[in-house]
């Protein structure tokens, strides 16, 4: 009985290693070509700075002023030194264009007296990025399986083998051994 159980382990150890051999022989390659876009922003802005720009077009507005009545009129005094401060005053805005679209849009403008000094643009669009994902993997096309399993009580015992293709259909032969009564069964499946 000793020698009977020693020749099926050995039995199952060579098939084993056969179908391990054959299954790397038979491997197929395969590849699998992803592709992913996506819109980012640029890694590289763009900045450009304009010092003491020169108006193309300088003329008075079309505006006609509308005839006042004299109880429209207000007499108030001018404080010249106020209008002279402010005249004299540099004055910085932060303007942003940007949006989703687009990107980043920003102009940083300094006017001093009444006149644009300096006008710094910054510029970072959205680029779309392609990215593509190349997979090779490796199929065999024969691949040995085995199962041992038993329950708590050693009552039940099952051994299946078999093989797949391709990883995906399954075809094998199983022995359950309940109660010291034998049955055997041939098992055929597909992997989803």
Do not use: C, W
């Amino acid at each position: 009985m000793n020698n009977k159980v020693l020749y099926i382990a050995i039995g199952v150890l060579l098939i084993f290693f056969l179908g391990f051999g054959v299954a790397k022989m038979t491997t197929t390659v395969k590849t699998k070509v992803s592709t992913v876009t996506s819109y980012v922003p640029s890694p590289y802005p763009v900045t450009k700075t304009v010092v003491k720009p020169v108006p193309y077009s300088v003329h008075d507005s079309v505006e006609v002023p509308k005839p006042y009545a004299v109880h429209d009129t207000v007499k108030a005094k001018v404080d010249t030194a106020a209008i002279m401060a402010d005249y004299n005053k540099v004055k910085k805005y932060a303007l942003d264009f940007s949006n989703d679209t687009l990107g980043i849009f920003k102009v940083n403008a300094t006017v001093y007296r009444n006149e644009l000094a300096k006008a710094t643009s910054i510029i970072q669009p959205i680029i779309k990025t392609t990215v593509t994902t190349k997979t090779i993997y490796k199929v065999p096309l024969v691949q040995f399986y085995g199962l041992l399993g038993s329950s708590v009580d050693f009552k039940t015992n099952k051994l299946s083998i078999g093989f797949d293709l391709k990883q995906k259909y399954m075809v094998g032969v199983s022995g359950v051994r309940f109660n010291n009564q034998n049955s055997y069964t041939i098992d055929a499946g597909i992997k989803f």
